[in-house]
């Protein structure tokens, strides 16, 4: 068992409309989370309490359309995660309208979508 400190505003967001966030989160990561005042506790195997952190990070890192900041190499290297770059001019296709089709993907078992604007190689 492993807890997070949070504050009231991360809370609201972790949690979600009816409790949306935190399924979405435990969906993905296999965790049992729960999210109380000014913490998350999460159970589960090492794996699954790994991947929980990881989807509360990226996920508070997102609210208000927040910038994420995380080892994408790092990621990339995982057995367990697929990335893919979107040109920007060809952003509009996988997203869709309003990202419903990211957010599709992110309802599969084990799934766990987000984006990220990176800045162009040189």
Avoid: W
Avoid at 8 to 22: C, F, I, N, P
């Amino acid at each position: 068992m492993e807890r997070i400190a949070l504050n009231e505003a991360d809370v609201a967001y972790l949690v979600g409309k009816s409790g949306q966030t935190r399924q979405r989160l435990e969906r993905f990561s296999g965790a049992r989370l729960e999210i109380d005042k000014d913490i998350a506790v999460v159970e589960g195997t090492a794996h699954e309490r790994e991947n929980a952190k990881l989807a509360i990070s990226i996920t508070l890192q997102q609210r208000g359309g927040g910038q994420v900041t995380t080892d994408f190499d790092e990621l990339e290297e995982r057995e367990d995660v697929s990335t893919f770059d979107v040109p920007k001019e060809t952003v509009g296709f996988p997203l869709c309208s309003k990202g419903s089709t990211l957010r599709q993907m992110g309802t599969l078992p084990r799934g766990f979508t987000f984006s990220t604007n990176s800045p162009s190689p040189p």
